[in-house]
């Protein structure tokens, strides 16, 4: 295969920013429009920054949410989140508001569209233009089941009548991406999928709400709208009537991982941001950076953005290599990446004390990125949807594959290695048995079961296994599904942290022969593993000897490099 222009490989020389890292320029130059301050000032204004949106244009954003077979540069998961990263390490309001909506709202006309639907798609993301996801609703949240929106049959087509409300971009989309109910039956095939021309749907049939403002994401432009007997033209069906909920299911497993991978780009401004003042901050005569605990927030702030990288990266690869198991890998990412990286910036947080809540100066960004993280849920899944979506899942991988399946093949963990391109009919909305991720977890036990560090973490880890495997298999039936209890919500969250450690241990393991000197050394892998098994309650196995970790923390840091699995150099 080759690489795609503006695609450069993920392990090509690491002086090379990513292309569109080095069109953003230098965020902390305050003569360079797209610089911290630059976004700083737009996110008090509430406005998305004119500068960063006609950059986005002129690089042709919308061609990375369009597959490479309609003429778009879309082949693989990871590499997307790739590109996405450096948009959400200056600013999620331009990230999600003007770059990842694209995918949420076009993700499932590439599932279940017509060659029509994605021409039309195509077409116009090619060309600059915008679109939105109207899924939710305030009344309902994230229980798409429960959406109030009625699409009614016509002669001539349907006509939706309801409101959808906190739909980000919604004003200023060209076409609208609409879930609503079109059955009275109860069940999973109750809702339709619609895709709304805007410049051809009767403006008098439908009302624009005023914004919804918002803590965080200020510059992102939530708003909603009220359908009054719609009229759409039966070609606005996506899919088959009914077949809204699986098409989603499937095609926000993409949306999911994706996200997860491409929001790691705030955790690296945040971890960039304290560590300079730590180098500079003098206190009781020595730098900050020098104190025990200051150190021990920051390597561990490191080792989660690595941990997070590996977990999103062998889920995004996990899309093309097995994907009738990412309904169940996808929302794992999606749960434990967002709590990792907020237990991390709250830790940060009190490395820089009073500074940290500061909206302007050298650390403004900081606070922003803090307040903007929770605020993401609006745009997808939340903590409990995912946890919901996994439990029902678990049974069967517990009964039929854990400590029988092999482990996934390399190509699962292999940072940039060229895959086929994401087919989205090919993800399951239920997953299968074959769980090859934490299928590696009882083969590192065996591999290292004499090393004095890595084997004890692993039969932890592979005794954990056996513990959630039986704990899964004892639940109640009414545990065993999305109205599941403390218990059920608990396996969920024990198996996104195992799903963490056996991508971790993969991605050492199968990238040796081609990553750097730091990633081919198993000190990080033995603390993130450690800190892995103390989530899952264990005291730690030993005293880790941290400075290797601490020592790359602060070459990157020096270098300008990131500090994700790549460590490309930064603008």
Known sequence: MTTLPGHPPALADPDMPEPLEHLLGDPLDPDNPLSYVAFLAADERGDPLPAGRALLDSFGL???FVPRALGGRLRQADELARVLRPLFRRDGSLGLGHGAINLIASAPV??????????????????????AGAYTELATG?????????????????????????????????????????????????????????????????????RFRSSGLRAIHLGGVDFDDCPLPGSALVGEEGGALETVLRAFQVTKAVLTGATLGSLDTQLRTVT????RRRLYGRYTSELPHVRSVLTGAFVDLLIADCLSTTVCRALHVLPR???LYAPAAKYLVPLLTQEAMDGLATVLGARSFLREGPHGIFQKHLRDLPVGSLAHSGATVCQATIVPQLTRPARRSWFVTEPAP??????????????????????????GLLAVLPEASEQFRTDPVLGPLCERLTGELRALRDDCLALAPRDRTPLAGPRGFETAERYAVLAAAAACLGVWQHNRDRAG?????????????????????????????????FEELTRRHEENAGFDLIGRRLA
């Open 325 to 327: 198991m990412t309904s």
């Open 62 to 64: 919308g061609a990375e």
């Open 276 to 279: 300079t003042f730590a180098t």
């Open 142 to 210: 994230h229980d798409l089941v429960a959406s109030r929106v009625r699409a009614t049959r016509q002669p001539d087509g349907w006509a939706l009548s309801g409101r959808k409300e906190v739909i980000n971009n919604v004003t200023r989309a060209h076409a609208v991406t609409v879930l609503a109910r079109s059955s009275d039956e109860p069940g999973s095939r109750s809702h339709s999928l619609f895709l709304l021309d805007m410049a051809s749907v009767p403006r008098e049939r439908l009302r624009f709400l005023p």
């Open 410 to 435: 390399a190509s699962l963990f292999r940072i940039g290695e060229p895959l086929d391109d994401l087919d989205f009919r090919s993800l399951e909305i239920t997953a299968g048995a074959d769980d």
């Open 110 to 131: 590439w599932s279940a569209g017509s060659p029509e639907q994605h021409r039309r798609m195509a077409d116009l993301l090619l060309s600059g233009g915008q679109t």
């Open 517 to 549: 000197p730091f990633l081919r050394d198993t000190a990080w892998l033995a603390m993130a593993l450690q800190r892995l098994t103390v989530r899952l309650g264990h005291a730690p196995a030993q005293v880790m000897d941290t400075e290797a970790v």
